[in-house]
């Protein structure tokens, strides 16, 4: 973090006399070390930062964050503790307002990306890209929501040349309050999908909700949009509004090779994919005043999908100052995220393929196509997908019958909802109550397989699907 003091609070909040408790003139050029949200997590010269929320109150434990050493604590409301205090109406707004004056201070090239799939991959991607060129931040984990942006910006320190923050949403109005702070200069839409329709009501709600990415963007900004969604028209029309001169500030990206006759585009041609379902494929990027240039490049995860998401990443990259061959080495160097599509090779004719971060219709589906790639016999196991609302069970059965499409030899459901998967299937569906039973079930088509046999799981992180994946590599790892 930037090196701040309690002053710094005080001016960026613009707080008055009646707000600032317990803080002598003497003390304001105290320095602070962090700020955290979290009391567990509070060290000796940590900010604490008390949110609210429906099912807890922070203010409860603004004793216990000074006896850990906290020097201050932001809060809405006065408290009885003796620690220097700084009243506000809200304190996640103050949080926001603090971190976006860390990033104007810093100052770096960025980069903000969401989506309903892919997005992780997409930063990931745009991480190693950069990393070619210079010192990056970007989105740890999933903290990617209003808490967690601001708590990513609050980590940039004045060496960071470039900043890649994750933007997700489980409602409207949330990224368009996080691309606020965010202040990007690339804007990258990767696609939307039946995912968090609790809060958003309907598709429709994801795609206006994942629009609001491009509302900070200037008149410099670069919007990236994937020309093969069918809802492109609608962020298309609306970007064209928002430019002067739209087709300086719009690449788009995608497989289709029209793409390029309508404006910026990157797309991607001779795409192949190796044993393990790794892509290799000429990058095209087409820009403006007729400049063309392409180059060959390899991705180190499997599926067809992620050559989309490199051509994201590779289009925002460009944007910032990468060129082709930063491109290349970066996907190059790429490392994989945990439960995102991780290839176990636990035995010469045993590939087990861990994809249990999250999941939703659209990513279900990826996996599906990747699964369907591998040779021998080829096992779905699916837990529950969250937060479909009142169609949750159709979009389960949809998974089913698009497993059936493709071949899948076998899908084993765990789930209440994942039931309607597996019954989609019939005689190649099978359900279970219990993770020790599908566990089993595994263990006896792996011994009983007279070829190679290959094991995708998925399913929501409610599902904890990473505890089956664990089991079956631990039970057939002959080195054990």
């Known amino acids: 973090m930037i090196n701040v003091s309690l002053k710094w609070i005080i001016d960026t909040l613009s707080l008055t006399d009646e707000q600032i408790v317990n803080v002598p003139v003497e003390l304001e050029q105290q320095g602070i070390s962090a700020f955290s949200t979290d009391s567990r997590t509070i060290e000796a010269g940590h900010v604490f930062v008390a949110l609210r929320g429906p099912n807890f109150d922070s203010n409860a434990f603004i004793g216990q964050v000074k006896d850990k050493g906290a020097v201050a604590v932001i809060v809405d409301t006065p408290s009885p503790v003796d620690i220097p205090q700084f009243i506000v109406k809200d304190t996640l707004i103050a949080y926001g307002k603090l971190a976006a004056k860390v990033a104007a201070t810093v100052k770096p090239k960025t980069i903000a990306i969401t989506g309903s799939v892919g997005k992780t991959s997409v930063k990931e991607m745009c991480a190693a890209i950069l990393a070619q060129k210079g010192n990056v931040l970007a989105t740890n984990g999933n903290f990617n929501n209003e808490i967690g942006v601001p708590h990513t910006l609050m980590r940039l320190e004045p060496s960071h040349e470039y900043a890649v923050i994750e933007l997700g949403a489980n409602h409207i109005g949330e990224i368009a309050y996080t691309t606020e702070l965010t202040q990007p200069d690339v804007a990258i839409l990767n696609n939307v999908a039946e995912a968090h329709l609790e809060g958003f009501g309907d598709i429709y709600g994801v795609v206006r909700a994942k629009g609001e990415i491009f509302n900070s963007l200037s008149q410099t900004g670069i919007a990236i949009v994937n020309g093969d969604s069918e809802y492109k028209e609608y962020w298309l029309t609306r970007l064209n509004d928002k430019f002067e001169n739209s087709e300086n500030n719009i690449i788009q990206f995608g497989f289709n090779p029209d793409l390029t006759s309508k404006g910026q585009a990157i797309t991607a041609s001779n795409i192949t994919l190796n044993k393990l379902g790794c892509a290799s494929f000429t990058l095209k990027l087409d820009l ?153 079930r595994l263990n006896q088509l792996i011994k009983d397989a007279d070829c190679s046999i290959s094991i995708l799981l998925k399913g929501s992180r409610s599902a904890k699907m990473e505890q089956i994946v664990e089991q079956i590599i631990a039970d057939n790892n002959l080195s054990n």
């Open 288 to 440: 403006k005043k007729g400049e063309q240039q392409q180059i060959d490049v390899e991705l180190v995860i499997p599926g067809k999908h992620n050559v989309n998401n490199a051509l994201a990443a590779a289009a925002a990259c460009y944007s910032v100052g990468a060129d082709l061959q930063d491109i290349k080495n970066g996907l190059l160097a790429m490392q994989s995220v945990k439960g995102r599509v991780n290839l176990h090779q636990v035995t010469d004719s045993l590939l087990v393929i861990d994809d249990t971060y999250n999941a939703n219709v659209q990513s279900a589906k990826a996996a599906i196509d990747l699964l369907s790639g591998y040779q021998g016999k080829k096992i779905f196991v699916l837990g529950d997908m969250a937060e479909l609302g009142s169609g949750a069970r159709r979009y389960h059965q949809d998974i089913g019958e698009y497993a059936s499409e493709q071949n899948i030899d076998v899908l084993l459901s765990i789930g209440v909802l994942s039931q309607s998967a597996s019954s989609a299937m019939e005689q190649k569906g099978e359900h279970f109550s219990s993770q020790q039973n599908v566990i089993s």
